[in-house]
């Protein structure tokens, strides 16, 4: 007889965005070995879309608990049934919240294995934040998944978490699709002759947005047009409005990320934090010149110089100078497109991020199966 499938259960606040923890979670979920996992995601707050599609599409089993707040008890109870009728072996939750709730109602359901996952934080001096994660999330967890190397460092020197109570699990994402640059570069009224500098993000306030819409507007005058592009919603979009200038370009939500990220000459993240960014991700795959904020794990991703230019958080003038840098120098852009192309195929796929996981469930599974 063959080896009964590890039951996996993945929790999460929502799947209706399309932010980077709710993502890795869908894609990491839907990509686990259906030979050696049974898959199972869990939203507990209303959802539907496509995140919701794709999932059902891959096989895993979707389930919805429709809480209506934190204390929502009797929500929380029924994924307590869930877990314990269907013998679930491991509970794997992403963000703080999940978390939380993740290893209180694991532990209540005697789930063998819980695993939280960290996508990134300000670590600002949340002094409750910090007491949960220390005292709860990893007291209470097998393991406390940081994204990054900065996180990681972040969790055990500002929050006093045990080294041995975490695990780096980089992100990773699926292989882009070629893009065709004409269509998107018409709709911004770019000339052949302009460079487009472009960001691909939600606008809140985390992103900085307004940073690189004031880096642009100090851009030296030179012949050729420079465009800033910036696809994506959010909070953030009346305050960035009222502060663009005619160069500035709202592209909206897309669901033609690689033609938007063919049609740029230079990709931003002016970002405050970030943990793993998919988004840079996407740019190094799409082998465009990279300008970023040295914040979180970016440095994992982008070495300076080599695959993209980092310059400090909340510095208009020096985020305007490197992107004055790649507007001047066609050459330059192609070389650190080219590199960070090859480092994402190389480090940072959907694949590796669920080989690592599969091999982490495995690994901490056996080892309580071992203790019993």
Request: proline share 5%; hydrophobic share 40%.
């Amino acid at each position: 007889m063959g080896r009964e499938r590890i039951r996996v259960l993945t929790l999460i606040d929502t799947l209706r965005s399309a932010g980077g923890a709710e993502r890795i979670a869908a894609t990491t979920t839907a990509g686990l070995d259906p030979t050696r996992f049974e898959r199972w995601i869990c939203a507990t707050r209303p959802t539907k879309g496509p995140l919701v599609d794709s999932m059902r599409e891959a096989g895993v089993r979707v389930v919805a608990l429709e809480r209506k707040s934190s204390l929502d008890l009797r929500a929380w109870w029924s994924l307590v049934r869930l877990l314990r009728r269907e013998r679930i072996d491991v509970l794997h939750a992403h963000g703080h919240s999940s978390n939380a709730w993740g290893v209180l109602v694991g532990r209540l359901a005697r789930v063998p294995v819980i695993v939280c996952h960290e996508h990134t934080w300000s670590y600002s001096g949340d002094r409750l934040r910090m007491l949960v994660d220390r005292e709860l999330i990893a007291r209470g967890s097998d393991a406390f998944v940081a994204v990054s190397r900065e996180d990681r460092r972040r969790m055990h020197e500002l929050e006093g978490i045990e080294e041995a109570r975490t695990r780096l699990v980089a992100n990773g994402i699926p292989p882009l699709p070629p893009g065709d640059p004409k269509r998107v570069r018409g709709e911004l009224e770019a000339g052949t002759d302009a460079v487009v500098v472009g960001a691909v993000t939600v606008l809140r306030p985390q992103k900085a947005l307004h940073v690189l819409i004031e880096a642009v507007s100090l851009l030296r005058p030179r012949d050729a047009e420079v465009i800033l592009a910036i696809a994506g919603s959010g909070p953030d979009y009346p305050r960035l409005r009222s502060l663009a200038g005619p160069s500035v370009r709202f592209l909206g939500n897309r669901s033609d990320v690689p033609d938007v990220l063919a049609a740029y000459d230079v990709a931003a993240l002016s970002s405050d934090f970030e943990g793993s960014p998919l988004g840079v991700m996407e740019y190094m795959a799409a082998e465009r010149a990279i300008v970023a904020t040295r914040v979180g794990g970016v440095p994992d991703l982008i070495e300076d110089g080599v695959h993209g230019l980092l310059v400090p958080p909340r510095d208009p003038t020096a985020l305007a100078a490197a992107i004055d840098t790649l507007v001047d120098d066609a050459a330059l852009r192609r070389r650190l497109g080219a590199a960070a192309g090859v480092r994402q195929r190389a480090e940072f796929t959907i694949e590796t991020t669920v080989r690592r996981l599969e091999s982490l469930y495995e690994e901490l599974l056996e080892r309580k199966r071992g203790r019993s």
